[in-house]
């Protein structure tokens, strides 16, 4: 999982395949939930998976540009396009699915 600025947002996911999570550090479910999407990875290791800190000024304008509300938050990207939002903690299993009826 890559570590992307607020500024370097659409630039990372310009036309990918991608999840991108909302996270705190001091969040406990934040870090439940970067353990899952690693989890995730080891299964799916094509699709790019970004981290941005909603700790910034800059990242809880971001978030709220793009109606994020709260951490953990999950947006799944098809080329591009937001396609799914998952907001909390969700297992492997879920976010497997979720990702598989996304990107379809």
């Known amino acids: 999982?890559?570590?992307i600025l607020?500024?370097?947002y659409k630039g990372a996911?310009?036309?990918l395949d991608c999840l991108v999570i909302f996270t705190k550090k001091v969040c406990p479910f934040c870090k439940?939930?970067?353990k899952v999407m690693e989890k995730f990875a080891g299964q799916n290791d094509q699709f790019?998976?970004?981290d941005i800190s909603s700790e910034t000024d800059e990242g809880v304008a971001l978030m709220k540009n793009l109606g994020v509300e709260r951490v953990p938050t999950l947006l799944l990207y098809k080329k591009g396009e937001h396609v799914?939002?998952?907001?909390?903690?969700v297992n492997v299993k879920?976010?497997?699915r979720a990702w598989q009826e996304a990107v379809q």
Do not use: A, W, Y
């Not at 799914?84 to 903690?89: D, L, T």
């Open 32 to 34: 439940t939930m970067k």
């Open 84 to 89: 799914r939002q998952i907001n909390g903690v």
């Open 1 to 3: 999982m890559k570590e």
């Open 48 to 50: 790019p998976l970004f």
């Open 13 to 15: 996911i310009h036309d």
């Open 94 to 96: 879920e976010l497997t």
């Open 6 to 8: 607020p500024s370097d």
